[in-house]
């Protein structure tokens, strides 16, 4: 089975064929269409997986045209970098595919250039055939309930974007100094947040988690973690892997109430999807009565049925102390399940809390249409409403919704209605980025290629193996850029 | 010895693969696996249908000649027949005991974003279905897989992770279809969020 594993780890291979093929692709192209048809030039904004794919998906199925990929941040691939927990390295395997499509000579890297700030939405369609956003979603929901504001009380994204190295949450140093820390909301996040500051510090070190969170965690007095949710076990929003990986926790309880469980067992005889079977079987596997988990001195447990009404302060008013919180009970509506409150409510002593209820997009430029109620710009299949030769991809297109792969799909179905409309349409030839650049100069922005990047990705790197860990982020925006110029 | 041709011909219908004693218990959860996964989908019905020409497989003889140099190599050579998500099918050969995905990869990637994570079952965009015989034949999913493919985009009752698929001689003449799974993205932005 080991052997087995070895043997699929199959990069040299597949990338020295890729490569190859990939030149020797260009060398027909070019005799063949050089002069004959005018270049199409596309350019996408948001450096993450949509951003990515959707250029690979151009590149891939159109041999002319050219894409111009801006990045607000000196550094590439979004969320695979600044998102995606640092013990799962495997996830970021994709970057290794980015790369690839990033070495295109159809494609260029325009890094530090933050859209709607450095160069408006409008310049850029002057300047392009097609004009994709695929700028994710860069704010948080909100609970809008007294005491959010609090000391210890922090954002998901701001805890995750501080052990991941982002940095506009480089200086955030959470207090960790508390017993009981409490994640409002059950996704993929919250259990990513309960997780890593729970995981031994041992096994952090080898990751690429930030040197500073490291030391924080390693003096972090943490003993329990409550992960809360306004529904029921059948509605938990994480996925089966990361429960699994809560359940095994090294040195960490997991402790559930049984009573949250009654009757679950007869759901379970019903035809629910498989994926939801699958979980729901190891929650219950999970309870005091289950088989699964670990012993420990460190506990986490899923709460359910509350909804957080006020974050409550300790005695001297400084920072959070505890939650109130309204108890619920659910509700059929329509398809769904909608907690409905039974008039009763519980407070609970805490000393962190992690807000974790979802990510939220914002608009980038007075001149894009935005849906502001669904967080989203309003598209058909990508086509942003109403606004000929403009697209979107990603979470900015669906909301903050899906994992890597989901939005690789959402962001080839982008691509293709790009290059739908884009061959249906005769324009003059467009500048693409030679008419961006004086713009941007004049506004003394200093950009970031794809080679610059390399020289950045390789200091990171190189202060990585220093610490036997893959790579040392760097976290300040200017010291980025010194970098990069070389 | 038989002939490769041969050998594919009688080997079908398969029989359940030797060494893994359980390939053909159906894993418990697996009668009711026609669906789409937790929170990604709102299609009504949930029922992926398997496309039909899984259903049919080809036998070798249509099959595009491959030229090797010994008999010995021959046997170990396996052709598989990819549909594409455009439906368009690819012929693509590969090794006994290579993965699905080392065969698509070292066919130039012909399917876009395929084998994100190299392998490591962290993605699922290598997700394939199956023709059902050779589902039931090969080794059950782990239950790494199982989890894996939980989430992935339609989800269907012979759906695997082509990183864990293992090509055995049997496999040849096999068809394998890479799932079409645009059309299940759009209710996602309406998927079913309460108000608390
Ligand atoms: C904490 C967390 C962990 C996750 N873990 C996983 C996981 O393990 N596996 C998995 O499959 N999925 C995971 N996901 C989901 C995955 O990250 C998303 O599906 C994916 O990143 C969405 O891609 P995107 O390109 O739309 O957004 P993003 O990845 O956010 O990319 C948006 C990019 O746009 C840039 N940008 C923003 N504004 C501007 C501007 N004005 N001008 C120029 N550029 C701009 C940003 O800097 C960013 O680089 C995780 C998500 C989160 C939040
Ligand atoms: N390892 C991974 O693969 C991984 C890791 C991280 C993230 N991701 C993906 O990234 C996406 C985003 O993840 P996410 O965790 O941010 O979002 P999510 O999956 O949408 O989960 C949000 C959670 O917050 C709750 N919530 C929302 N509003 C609330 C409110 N007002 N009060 C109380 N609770 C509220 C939701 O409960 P309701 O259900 O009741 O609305 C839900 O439990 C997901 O698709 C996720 O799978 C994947
Ligand atoms: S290649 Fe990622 S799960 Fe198979």
């Known amino acids: 089975m080991l052997g087995f594993q070895a043997s699929q780890r199959l990069r040299p291979l597949w990338l020295s064929t890729h490569l190859r093929s990939h030149n020797s692709r260009h060398v027909t192209r070019n005799c063949c269409f050089t002069g004959v048809r005018r270049k199409l030039h596309a350019c996408v904004v948001g450096s993450g997986p949509a951003g990515f794919y959707t250029v690979q998906h151009l590149l891939k199925n159109n041999k002319e045209i050219r894409v111009d990929l801006y990045e607000r941040l000196p550094v590439p691939f979004g969320l695979v970098r600044f998102g995606v927990a640092p013990d799962h390295p495997d996830v970021k395997n994709v970057i290794n595919s980015f790369t690839q499509t990033a070495h295109s000579e159809r494609f260029t890297f325009c890094g530090n250039v933050m859209v709607g700030r450095d160069v408006m939405v409008s310049d850029l369609q002057e300047a392009y055939d097609a004009v994709v956003l695929s700028y994710g979603a860069e704010d948080d929901q909100l609970l809008r309930i007294p005491g959010e504001q609090l000391p210890g009380v922090y954002s998901a994204r701001a805890i995750v974007g501080w052990y991941n190295g982002l940095p506009e949450n480089k200086d955030l140093m959470p207090d960790l100094n508390v017993e009981t820390a409490v994640v409002l909301g059950q996704g993929n996040v919250a259990l990513d947040l309960a997780r890593i500051l729970l995981t031994p510090v041992d096994l952090l070190r080898k990751t690429d988690i930030t040197g500073a969170a490291l030391d924080a965690i390693a003096e972090s007095k943490i003993k329990r973690i409550f992960v809360v949710g306004r529904r029921g076990p059948l509605q938990v929003a994480f996925t089966i892997k990361e429960l699994r990986e809560m359940v095994n926790l090294q040195g960490v309880r997991t402790v559930l109430n049984p009573s949250d469980f009654e009757g679950i067992e007869r759901v379970l005889l019903e035809n629910i999807p498989r994926p939801r079977r699958r979980l729901t079987e190891l929650l219950l596997k999970s309870t005091p009565q289950g088989s699964a988990g670990c012993v420990g001195h460190r506990e986490w447990g899923l709460l359910f049925h509350r909804s957080p009404v006020q974050i409550l302060p300790t005695a001297d008013g400084e920072r959070v102390g505890g939650i109130h919180f309204q108890l619920n009970k659910l509700e059929a509506s329509g398809d769904t399940m909608k907690a409905v409150p039974t008039g009763n409510s519980e407070d609970m002593p805490c000393g962190l809390v992690l807000r974790s209820i979802g990510y939220r997009s914002l608009p980038l430029d007075p001149d894009v249409p935005f849906d502001k109620r669904r967080g989203v710009i309003p598209n058909n299949r990508g086509r942003v409403e109403g606004r000929a030769g403009l697209y979107c991809s990603g979470w900015v297109k669906r909301g903050p919704q899906g994992v890597i792969a989901t939005t690789m799909n959402d962001s080839f179905e982008t691509g293709e209605a790009v290059l739908e409309d884009i061959s249906n349409r005769s324009a003059s030839p467009q500048a693409g980025f030679e008419s961006i650049r004086p713009k941007l100069a004049s506004r003394g922005v200093q950009v970031v290629s794809f080679g610059d990047w390399t020289r950045i990705d390789r200091v990171e790197q190189e202060r990585g193996l220093k610490l036997d860990k893959p790579r040392e982020k760097i976290l300040d925006v200017q010291e980025m850029l010194t970098h990069a110029s070389g | ?196």
């Not at chain 2, 010895?1 to 359940?16: D, H, V």
């Not at chain 2, 894993?27 to 989908?41: F, V």
């Not at chain 2, 084998?115 to 790494?144: N, S």
């Open chain 2, 1 to 196: 010895m038989i002939s490769l041709g041969q050998a594919t011909f009688q080997s079908w219908p398969p029989k359940p693969e030797a060494g893994c004693a359980s390939s053909i218990v159906k894993h418990p959860s697996l009668a009711h696996l026609i669906y789409p996964p937790t929170r990604l989908s709102s299609f009504s019905s949930g029922l992926v249908p398997l496309p039909h020409i899984l259903l049919n497989l080809t036998p070798w003889k249509r099959m595009p000649s491959i030229s090797l140099k010994s008999r010995e190599l021959k046997m170990r050579w396996v052709n598989i027949c990819l549909l594409n998500r455009d439906g368009k099918p690819l012929w693509m050969s590969g090794r006994v005991g290579e993965t699905l995905l080392n065969v698509v990869m070292n066919a130039n990637g012909p399917v876009e974003g395929y084998g994100a994570c190299e392998g490591t079952l962290a993605c699922t965009t290598c997700h394939v279905y199956l023709p059902t015989e050779a589902y039931e034949r090969m080794c059950q999913p782990t239950e790494d897989e199982l989890d894996m493919l939980d989430l992935a985009v339609g989800l269907a009752e012979t759906s695997r992770l082509g990183c864990q698929v293992v090509l055995k001689p049997w496999m040849d003449g096999m068809r394998v279809q890479v799932p079409k799974h645009t059309a299940d993205l759009r209710g996602l932005a309406d998927d079913g969020k309460m108000e608390g």
